[in-house]
Nanobody, 128 residues
């Protein structure tokens, strides 16, 4: 089993930056594809970004490509999501997830059902 714990959420103003962290414990997640998802109050949970086990490949949702950056440090069992120029529509609960099944980021489907482990989320609120 892998336990994922998110941190770093909070209340910020539009245009601010915020960095979320996801700490993994238990079984090593170093060879898993990791991802960030988010869910707003009125929407479905959606993919924000994903990163390969080695950290050399990344996949972003269109809304995240120019403003967010995903990274990981396997030695620290930690993944981050750097979010810049935040907008009110970025307000959501942000979840860390791990895909323990897909071998490569290229073949991974990155759907909700493809994730084997989930954190409980950290809330990001962006005021206008």
């Amino acid at each position: 089993q892998v336990q994922l714990v998110e941190s770093g959420g909070g209340l910020v103003q539009a245009g601010d930056s915020l960095t979320l962290s996801c700490a993994a414990s238990g079984r090593s997640a170093n060879d898993f594809i990791m991802a960030w998802f988010r869910q707003g109050s009125a929407g479905e949970r959606e993919l924000v970004a994903a990163i390969s086990w080695s950290g050399d490949l990344r996949n972003y949702a269109d809304f995240a490509k120019s403003r967010f950056a995903i990274s990981r440090d396997n030695a620290k069992n930690t993944m981050w999501l750097q979010m810049n120029n935040l907008k009110p529509e970025d307000t959501a609960m942000y979840y860390c997830a791990a895909d323990a099944t897909s071998r490569t980021l290229t073949e991974a489907e990155l759907g909700l059902s493809n994730m084997d482990y989930w954190g409980r989320g950290t809330l990001v609120t962006v005021s206008s």
